[in-house]
């Protein structure tokens, strides 16, 4: 028996380690920021310029802007997922712009050469400042449609919950990152360490525009269920996409930037999509 509750003691403090090990660096496990940057010239070729979103003397938060086509043209503001930078995604604001839109890239705090380190706080911040940017120009609240994909899905939300805009368009969302980490961490209480939350399923009442959500019906590591019991619990009017065959990763390349032309472009001129249901 002795050597069977030695056993077990180790066994408990190994997990004990584990689990302290996964609390203390848990913002390494949710953030994979890319602090590259790529020259002004690049940015010219791709049509889209680099804007200072903040500045102070520990140095400048910016985010990636291309022009309306014309006077009325929708305004998109895109929250990205935790990967990468803003940087990465220009394909996806040129696609988001081919029909006139303008679009605002929102770049991070620690991501893409800004100042800052990425947290929930941080991020809130950074999506509020952008916001105010595009108010401050005189973009009016109904023409911007605000969208936030995989982790900025917790961000957008939470931007549209303290805001008026023309709508909000969630791109494999989840609940919150509690649940998330929960589903990833099935063996310890991971979501009660949970620093950053981002409790997306909590700001629902509080948003009070056209809420559009499109998922994968294959995204393996945002169930669809998940994005599902986030879009039931919305106000109408709302509509759902449920993208065939789509994982998490391969949404853009299914062609959801054609979707989200067309709504955006109905938001703008007052016209919402009519929900469509799972």
Excluded at 1 to 14: D, E, K, P, Q, T
Excluded at 178 to 201: E, G, I, N, S
Aim: net charge negative.
């Amino acid at each position: 028996m002795r050597f069977i509750f030695a056993g077990l003691a180790f066994l408990a403090g190994i997990y004990l380690i584990i689990l302290l090990l996964i609390f203390l660096f848990q913002r390494q496990f949710l953030y994979f920021p890319d602090q590259s940057v790529p020259p002004t010239s690049y940015l010219d070729q791709m049509g889209v310029e680099s804007v200072v979103i903040r500045s102070g003397a520990d140095g400048e938060l910016r985010s990636l802007w291309r022009e309306p086509k014309g006077p009325d043209s929708p305004v998109i503001l895109v929250l990205h997922g935790n990967a990468g930078s803003h940087f990465h995604r220009i394909p996806i604001y040129q696609a988001l712009a081919s029909d006139g839109a303008a679009v605002l890239g929102v770049g991070y705090p620690g991501y893409g050469g800004n100042i800052g380190t990425a947290t929930e706080a941080e991020l809130f911040q950074a999506a509020q400042e952008n916001y105010d940017w595009l108010i401050q120009r005189g973009f009016k609240p109904d023409r911007i449609t605000i969208i936030g994909e995989s982790l900025g899905s917790g961000v957008a939300a939470h931007l549209a919950s303290q805001n008026d805009a023309a709508g909000l368009i969630m791109v494999a969302a989840f609940s919150g990152m509690d649940d998330m980490a929960q589903r990833q961490f099935p063996l310890f209480p991971a979501r009660w360490l949970v620093k950053d939350r981002y409790r997306t399923l909590d700001r629902i009442d509080s948003i009070d525009m056209p809420l559009i959500w499109i998922h994968g019906t294959e995204d393996e590591l945002i169930p669809l269920a998940m994005g599902q019991s986030f879009f039931d619990a919305a106000k109408e009017p709302k509509s759902a996409f449920a993208i065939e065959g789509a994982g998490h990763n391969d949404l853009w390349d299914k062609g959801i930037d054609e979707i989200i032309r067309g709504i955006a472009s109905k938001l703008t001129t007052g016209v919402t999509a009519k929900n469509r249901g799972r």
